[in-house]
């Protein structure tokens, strides 16, 4: 497996420990529907949190708005919808992104940006 692949296996697992020691309950974790995937999908109170984690190294120079650009958005936002229907589900939805920034091999930082993004409203 290419390294990159490896580091952002590692920066989900640390993505779901750092959920669950905020009392989030973990519902998915690559949850999949056709082409969509969400890298987490948790809950905490009334509300489901689809997370989009995103493992980087020191120093790499990609905004987290240029990797979670609108298109991005918008794929997540028709997993979240997907998943939805699929679980039939009414909870609140909100859409996070965790990075995970390691300086080294073992030393990180985890950031987590709650409401990152709303889904845009179409007429």
Do not use: C
């Not at 309950?25 to 948790?42: M, Q, T």
């Not at 949190?49 to 240029?66: M, Y």
């Not at 298109?71 to 979240?80: F, P, T």
């Not at 990075?99 to 930082?109: D, H, L, P, S």
Request: overall charge neutral.
């Amino acid at each position: 497996m290419a390294e990159h692949n490896e580091l952002g296996i590692l920066g989900e697992e640390i993505a779901v420990r750092y959920l669950q020691d905020r009392s989030y309950a973990i519902l998915e974790r690559n949850w999949r529907s056709g082409r969509l995937e969400v890298d987490i999908i948790a809950r905490i109170d009334d509300q489901m949190v689809i997370a989009e984690v995103k493992t980087r190294t020191d120093g790499f120079l990609e905004s987290i708005g240029e990797a979670v650009n609108k298109k991005k958005q918008n794929l997540l936002i028709r997993a979240a919808n997907a998943y939805i229907v699929k679980k039939n589900m009414d909870l609140d939805v909100r859409f996070d992104i965790i990075t995970v920034i390691f300086e080294g091999k073992t030393k990180f930082q985890v950031q987590h940006i709650e409401n990152a993004f709303y889904p845009g409203v179409r007429s």
